[in-house]
């Protein structure tokens, strides 16, 4: 398995992280309004499947970096994210402590965020865990502990009816069987992928079965049942990564791979635009609340792709979405690596 960027796999992390951005820009933007647009349709088709692939892809390229020391292994899995996630926790922070400030006093406000460290923090709980899932993955494959055996508890904790409020132990329970699956199955699917690219007329014909059911379980409200989120993100993350192996086959939406290569980018700098974009259109009141959605999504995705040209233009800003040299583990910046980020 090649650990270069492979561009169905960077399709998949496109539509992907354009579904993340969409259901938080929808569904502020709808909250904001008091009402719901015809975008809160689309939002919710993708429910199912939206963080399971998310998380199924990230760990596709594990295996090629699980034998690590361990040293080595927490600069690039855990450091690495911390690093991102106190960066912009600070940064989101800095933004809604006067909110936070007119609810509470400002007297709470160092304690909310000192509780960031251990509640992951608005839009940025996706890279608190991801360090959790890979120390996680990692143990289990130093003590020999079979996959089979991990992959079944993984799924139990799915199905199993957890909610203790701390979102470290509930998106642990729920989202843990997708990426260790996405590292287990990885072999498989590449070879899925590489079966999708040549057979268009099929998988056109399988993902339009899996529309209608995926739309059916969700339009009769049994989406949300428990065994049934475990089926539907696994046949949604297949259906992504036809759709994906397709699109990278016919070389259409070629915007896709890039944002998908750029993922972290946008997931990390996306809340900014899309809270000023929604004040400012819900105050101007002139489109509906679908076409507000709409817009807000399209600004929030491509806003931080700006951000990132004006950085390389300039040289300026890099420590946004580059790790510097000293939020390294002594003795780790510069090793070679040829892992595939999991963004």
Excluded at 129 to 149: E, N, T
Excluded at 211 to 227: D, K, Q, R
Aim: proline fraction near 4%; charge should be positive; include cysteine.
């Amino acid at each position: 398995m090649t650990s270069s960027r492979v561009e169905w796999v960077d399709t998949a992390k496109g539509i992907c992280i354009i579904f993340v951005v969409m259901m938080h820009s929808v569904l502020g933007v709808e909250a904001a309004a008091g009402q719901v647009g015809w975008m809160h349709a689309v939002v919710a088709f993708a429910a199912p499947f939206r963080m399971p692939d998310f998380f199924l892809i990230s760990g596709l390229f594990l295996s090629n970096v699980i034998a690590r020391d361990w040293k080595l292994y927490l600069d690039r899995k855990v450091v690495h994210f911390a690093y991102f996630y106190i960066l912009w926790m600070s940064i989101q922070f800095l933004f809604k402590a006067p909110f936070f400030a007119a609810e509470d006093g400002w007297a709470a406000v160092p304690g909310l965020y000192l509780l960031g460290f251990v509640q992951p923090f608005g839009t940025l709980w996706f890279i608190y865990m991801l360090p959790v899932f890979f120390v996680i993955s990692k143990f289990a494959h130093d003590k020999g502990l079979p996959w089979q055996a991990m992959l079944g508890v993984a799924a139990l904790l799915h199905i199993a009816p957890i909610h203790t409020g701390s979102l470290i132990i509930d998106e642990l329970a729920s989202r843990f069987v997708f990426f260790y699956a996405g590292y287990v199955f990885a072999p498989k699917i590449f070879e899925l992928a590489d079966w999708a690219s040549s057979r268009l007329a099929l998988c056109l014909a399988i993902l339009a079965l899996w529309a209608l059911v995926n739309g059916s379980f969700v339009a009769l409200g049994w989406s949300g049942l428990s065994i049934v989120t475990l089926v539907l993100g696994g046949a949604g993350a297949i259906a992504i990564i036809l759709t994906s192996s397709l699109l990278a086959q016919v070389g259409q939406l070629r915007f896709l791979p890039y944002f998908g290569a750029n993922s972290i980018v946008i997931y990390l700098a996306f809340f900014f635009p899309m809270g000023v974009m929604r004040i400012v259109l819900l105050k101007l009141g002139f489109l509906d609340i679908g076409t507000v959605s709409l817009v807000v999504t399209t600004v929030s995705v491509i806003s931080p792709i700006i951000l990132l040209w004006l950085i390389q233009k300039t040289d300026l800003g890099w420590f946004l979405f580059k790790r510097p040299g000293w939020a390294y583990l002594k003795g780790t910046f510069g090793s070679s690596s040829t892992h595939q980020p999991a963004e």
